[in-house]
């Protein structure tokens, strides 16, 4: 079993930063592939990014890509994604989830254990 607890949200204006941090409990974190989705009222959940544990390749949707880093401490049991120029479209509840499986998935099904979400707010 794998808990996930994800912190770093809030508010900030359009062209600022931010830096959200997802804590795992357990023994093997760096065998499981992390994953940042994102989820708006009344939209479908989004893969943001992703980093696999087999080979360390990451994934970044279009539409942050320049912009967010993800990356992950296996000592530390932490996955990040820092996200710079911010823009309103970027507000949505952001979740963390791991997967057993060697490689990214864009379907979150196929992740195996999610966090319990920070909101990040892009206004003015």
């Known amino acids: 079993q794998v808990q996930l607890v994800e912190s770093g949200g809030g508010l900030v204006q359009p062209g600022g930063s931010l830096r959200l941090s997802c804590a795992a409990s357990?023994?093997?974190?760096?065998?499981?592939?992390m994953g940042w989705f994102r989820q708006v009222l009344g939209k479908e959940r989004e893969l943001v990014a992703a980093?696999?544990?087999?080979?360390?390749?990451?994934y970044y949707t279009d539409s942050v890509k320049g912009r967010f880093t993800i990356s992950r401490d296996n000592a530390k049991n932490t996955v990040y994604l820092q996200m710079n120029s911010l823009k309103p479209e970027d507000t949505a509840v952001y979740y963390c989830?791991?997967?057993?499986?060697?490689?990214?998935?864009?379907?979150?099904?196929?992740?195996?254990?999610w966090g319990q979400g920070t909101q990040v707010t892009v206004s003015s």
């Open positions: 980093v696999s544990w087999s080979d360390s390749n990451t």
């Open positions: 357990g023994r093997t974190f760096s065998r499981y592939t």
């Open positions: 989830a791991a997967s057993k499986g060697g490689s990214y998935s864009y379907e979150g099904a196929d992740y195996d254990y």
